[in-house]
């Protein structure tokens, strides 16, 4: 993993800055905003600094059993032993703690308030591990034992991740990477920065509705009943709509609901833009041709369980559909609030249909945010939206990761 730092005169120009040197699979891990000092600053003009990295091997893949991880495949590093990996060494930390500590637990409510702190300060940790480490090159010398209260923390890390959902064997391959930094002899703050880091590079770069280019681009909203894409479909189109001054349009494939299409309607009036229903593949592309001057065509999708096949095929048959000469994109809508093993289900069964990016909605409904990550690994598509609400179109934003990452560690 390679880290620099990139200025501008806007955010967007640093990490265009940051996107022409390094390439794609550019990540951000931070954005200051630096103001000017000094006798002359009302003289000055605010800048931004995005710190950027960039990883080799991006790739996340499920690990195998723990005798045949390798840590860095094309790095020399020295081993511990088995009997003498992390998780054993954090249970002989914890064996060694006076009897005192372990029959009370003051230690665990001050490291949950101390990880609040580190995580508020985490641009500065970061600032630290950049000067350090310029560029990053995970180069390992002899493992050496851990300090206690690394140990400790890793511990936390560990426990931290498990509560919010996130699915063992991912925790186990985090912390793994982590543990590198551990034998280094790391201080907490480095080994919170570098697993921060790796959690961002695994989420990557949100990737959201691209608005120029052919005209109309039609956007599919997929996924199964009850998680929010007629209201996912018109908060996005609204914001299009009054904040970017695009052209949309609306197509409703949901014939199976009448409050769906008359839900639509409304949303439709209340943008002044044009909505058809439509019940087959050719009424979907004579509508879209009647469009042709429209930058977004929206189209509503009929949500049906993933087990009925006759209606898991008729939307094969409507995606497939379209005409060559439309560019589209397909996003999966998914609650946050669903069952993991439900959701890796609809993620396989929707993967046949088409390849899609990642909609997350009702995240006021839950307080574990475990899920977004294991399917955005699991599935290997690319995060968009979330929603936080009913409210049109306020409710939803772009997937911010330095958040998500801030609050699958513990913070706020």
């Known amino acids: 993993m390679t880290i620099n730092k990139y200025q501008g005169r806007t955010k967007e120009e640093a990490v265009e800055k940051a996107k022409q040197e390094l390439g794609e699979g550019t990540v951000i891990l931070n954005v200051k905003e630096i103001k000017p000092k000094g006798i002359f600053q009302i003289f000055k003009n605010t800048t931004y600094e995005v710190t950027a990295a960039v990883e080799e091997k991006e790739a996340f893949t499920v690990p195998k059993k723990a005798e045949n991880i390798s840590l860095a495949a094309d790095e020399k590093i020295a081993l511990p032993k088995p009997e003498s990996d992390w998780k054993e060494m954090l249970a002989q930390a914890r064996a060694a703690e006076p009897p005192a500590e372990k029959a009370t637990e003051p230690a665990g409510n ?3 308030e101390d990880l609040e702190r580190r995580l508020e300060n985490l641009s500065n940790m970061l600032e630290k591990q950049f000067a350090a480490e310029h560029p990053v090159r995970e180069e390992i010398p002899e493992v050496r034992e851990a300090d206690s209260e690394s140990l400790q923390f890793m511990k936390m890390l560990y426990r931290t991740l498990l509560e919010n959902e996130v699915n063992e064997r991912y925790v186990n391959q985090i912390m793994e990477e982590g543990e590198k930094v551990l034998h280094n002899g790391s201080s907490v703050d480095m080994i919170l920065a570098n697993v921060y880091q790796k959690l961002i590079l695994k989420l990557g770069q949100p990737e959201v509705i691209c608005a120029d280019g052919k005209k109309p681009r039609v956007i599919f909203f997929i996924g199964p009943t009850g998680v929010g894409k007629t209201t996912t479909l018109a908060k996005i189109a609204s914001k299009y709509k009054v904040e970017y001054e ?3 349009a609306f197509l409703t494939a949901d014939t199976y609901r009448i409050a769906a299409t008359d839900q639509l309607r409304t949303y439709a009036n209340i943008l002044d833009a ?14 879209i041709a009647q ?3 429209y930058d977004l065509v929206f189209v509503d999708t009929a949500g049906f369980s993933h087990h009925n096949d006759t209606q898991r095929e008729d939307m094969k048959k409507l995606l497939d559909g379209l005409d060559e000469a439309y560019e589209k994109e397909v996003y999966l809508v998914l609650s946050a609030t669903t069952k993991y093993r439900d959701l890796l289900e609809i993620a396989d069964i929707y993967k046949e249909l088409a390849d899609y990016r990642l909609i997350f909605t009702k995240l006021d409904e839950t307080s574990a945010y475990g899920n977004i990550l294991n399917i955005r690994l699991y599935s290997g598509a690319k995060l968009s939206y979330m929603t ?3 409210n049109v179109p306020e409710d939803i934003e772009v997937f911010d990761m330095q958040k998500l990452v801030k609050q699958l560690l513990g913070g706020r």
């Open 291 to 293: 469009m042709s001057d």
């Open 274 to 287: 044009p909505m058809s229903i439509i019940y087959t593949v050719e009424e979907m592309n004579r509508a």
């Open 388 to 390: 936080v609400g009913q």
């Open 246 to 248: 695009k052209k949309v």
């Open 110 to 112: 001050s490291l949950h």
